[in-house]
């Protein structure tokens, strides 16, 4: 089976783009987050407003991973493999990684003058002064549990797919490809949430993602029809970016609904254009993509220190925002240049005990949210 180069593309550029969107986190009007700057500018608002479709892609391409995977390897060794490359680098983030971003923003947020050791012993046991930002939680890594606990409720369905066989796959129409995911993503955004995040949506796409790898015929289909997904994502987004912003507060089951349609078109014209444009390999991609997963697991942290102390310096978001962004990226690619090299950290962290020897032609490891 050749290797969709596209697959790789969309995950890592979706992993990328998070640096950017954490750091305008900083900087937009929602109060909420672990540093806050004071001046926001509407592209900080906007790359928030807009930046909806990139976490589900990236449970979408999960999804298209997860079948190449079940078709390389038995359930079993699958489900050892979800275990080591999604669990453990949860547990040791959430134990590891993630508390300094609370200590900071108990920092900023609560003038906090303690020292990080007699912050630890609170933050693991006194449960009386949690707040969102300065309690235990998964912070970012919420998106491995959720794939974790996904892939095994998931894993069932999937199964009874591939019992069917691989059959030659009828092109999908391209308005049903849409119109039949965007009514099921939107009745699933109506249940219920998990600390402001909807595993059922995020399962949903995973399934859809599965489905679409197995039939070639609607990949290619979408391929063809990708310039309409686009023209139809392009003002939906507007749409949304209009209503969020004429909106205060949380919002409403409708508007929560009508997003997803939205979300569907720009999924679908990412695969699109990413199998016409991003399917080849690169050297950096060749490099990034084993890379991306401890990135993304130690990115947040490393952009809430720096902005910290960025902050401290200068409140202006034209010097900041690229020294958080930047800064944030070089910490966390140099960090994984150490995990790699060193066996306990690269289990931790999600990668093979061994770095395997690239095979020509391969980008060499496979991230754990890929194959």
Known sequence: MKRKEYIDWLRNLGILLLFPFHTARIFNDNPEFYVKGVEHTPSTVFIGMTSFWFMPLLFLLAGMSSRYALLKRP?????????????IPFVFGCLVVVPPQAYYAMKFHEGYRGGYPEFLRAYFTDFSGWTVLTGISPAHLWFILFLFVISLALLPPMLG??????RPGRPGRPFLVL????????????????????????????????LLAGNDATLAAIQRARAGYLALAVPGA??????????????DAVFTAWQQPVCVAA??????????????????????????????????TFLIVIAYYALRESDRIAVVFPVIMIGSFVLSVLSYEIIRRTWGLRTLFGLS???PRPVPGTTGETAPVGR
């Open 75 to 87: 359930a079993r060794h699958y489900l050892k493999e979800r275990h080591r490359r999604l669990l």
């Open 267 to 300: 999924l679908l014209a990412l695969l699109g254009y990413g199998q016409r444009y991003l399917d080849r390999p690169s050297s950096f991609m060749r490099w990034f993509s084993p890379a991306a997963f401890p990135v993304y697991i130690l990115h947040q």
């Open 161 to 166: 797919v591939l019992r069917r066989g691989q």
């Open 179 to 210: 119109l039949v995911p965007a009514v099921v993503m939107a009745l699933l955004s109506l249940l219920p949430e998990a600390g402001g995040e909807n595993i059922f949506v995020y399962a949903g796409y995973v399934f859809l993602g599965f």
């Open 353 to 355: 005990a061994a770095a």
């Open 238 to 251: 507007v749409a949304v970016v209009v209503q969020r912003s004429l909106t205060d507060g949380p919002q």
